[in-house]
Nanobody, 121 residues
Framework: QVQLVESGGGLVQAGNSLRLSCAAS?????MGWFRQAPGKEREFVAA????????YYADSVKGRFALSRNFTKNTVALQMNSLKPEDTAIYYC?????????????????WGQGTQVTVSS
């Protein structure tokens, strides 16, 4: 079973940036980021195909967030710019072994422990 470890969360003011990282202990077909705010359902943020680097983004973060990967090191990084208070949530890294609906968290088999991102206004 692949293990995932996230890092990089924290507290920032609106308009600033944060960079989240996720390291996998083995190969995954794709990796995604999801987030969950208090009292809300988990939502898709972004996903990347580890071999090709192809990316998918939620409309709410498109143009502000950028997901990249290092195929050799099995790591991904989520660069979050122009952060808004509504981006406040626990962010989870997830891995999946094959293609499918990348926005569907139920299709991901491996999850990290989560990292808190708080954006103050």
């Amino acid at each position: 079973q692949v293990q995932l470890v996230e890092s990089g969360g924290g507290l920032v003011q609106a308009g600033n940036s944060l960079r989240l990282s996720c390291a996998a202990s083995g190969r995954t077909y794709a990796m995604g980021w999801f987030r969950q705010a208090p009292g809300k359902e988990r939502e898709f943020v972004a996903a990347i195909l580890m071999l090709t680097g192809g990316t998918y983004y939620a409309d709410s973060v498109k143009g502000r967030f950028a997901l990249s990967r290092n195929f050799t090191k099995n790591t991904v990084a989520l660069q979050m710019n122009s952060l808004k208070p509504e981006d406040t949530a626990i962010y989870y890294c997830a891995g999946r072994p094959g293609p499918g609906a990348y926005r569907n968290g139920d299709e991901y088999g491996t999850w990290g422990q989560g990292t808190q991102v708080t954006v103050s206004s």
